[in-house]
């Protein structure tokens, strides 16, 4: 099973709103609704932001917004603040009790 | 406060074994399914492989990625509140961190054990080298 395909990088001024992308294929990202992603910042464990596509474990603001087309599901990050310069995880559900992870990105906050 | 603290990283030569421990406190392991994921230096995330609980599959069942399939083993006991990561023949490739993590109850009680991690341990590291 292949990684998922995420952008190396991603940027944008404080405020703004910035959109990752996660592409996989119809065996994982787009077999299934249960996308999720992780905020990992340097030297951390990662953290879940967003499970099940869309939803927001308890404590997550809702800046952090994810969706799904096709084989491709999207996190977008709003309002973008200096703490949310991370690398960002997209992981899906690959069937056979599998998980896969995508390459990750790195978000700088301009 | 809820959290895993993985130990027994260290250095080992290509071909060795070493034992991973993830000790669960603050919650009940015995309904927990427990995945093990790794991070190479500079690198993503890989999924490694997953635990299940006695209590949803009658049998500790795992399921393992292919580059560790047969190499590595995953196990738990409950009554110690941990889960273990066995993992022989190792190769150089395998130098990481080593992260457990804990499958994700939501707020209307589905269990995401196998699409959604949400506690995780501060990660061990293993290096393999000569």
């Known amino acids: 099973q292949s990684a998922l395909t995420q952008p190396p990088s991603a940027s944008g001024s404080p405020g703004q709103s910035v959109t990752i992308s996660c592409t996989g294929t119809s065996s994982d990202v787009g077999g299934y609704n249960y996308v999720s992603w992780y905020q990992q910042h340097p030297g951390k464990a990662p953290k879940l932001i967003i499970y099940?596509?869309?939803k927001w474990p308890s404590g997550v603001p809702d800046r952090f917004s994810g969706s799904k087309s096709g084989n491709t599901a999207s996190l977008t990050v709003s309002g973008l603040q200096a703490e949310d310069e991370a690398d960002y995880y997209c992981s899906s559900y690959a069937g056979i009790n599998i998980m896969i992870f995508g390459g990750g990105t790195k978000l700088t906050v301009l | 406060e809820v959290q895993l603290v993985e130990s027994g990283g260290g250095l080992v030569k290509p071909g060795g074994s070493l034992r991973l421990s993830c000790a669960a406190s603050?919650?009940?392991?015995?309904?927990?399914?427990m995945t093990w994921v790794r991070q190479a230096p500079g690198k993503g995330l890989e999924w490694l492989g997953r635990i299940k609980s006695k209590i949803n599959g009658g049998s500790t069942d795992t399921d393992s990625a292919a580059p560790v399939k047969g190499r590595f083993m995953m196990t738990r006991d409950d009554l110690k509140n941990t889960v273990y990561l066995q993992m022989n023949s190792l190769k150089t490739e395998d130098t990481a961190v080593y992260y457990c993590?804990?499958?994700?109850?939501?707020?209307?009680?589905?269990?995401?054990?196998?699409?959604?991690?949400?506690?995780w341990g501060q990660g061990t590291m293993v290096t393999v080298s000569s």
């Open positions: 099940e596509v869309d």
């Open positions: 993590a804990r499958g994700f109850s939501d707020s209307w009680g589905k269990y995401h054990g196998d699409d959604a991690l949400d506690i």
């Open positions: 603050g919650f009940n392991l015995n309904s927990a399914w």
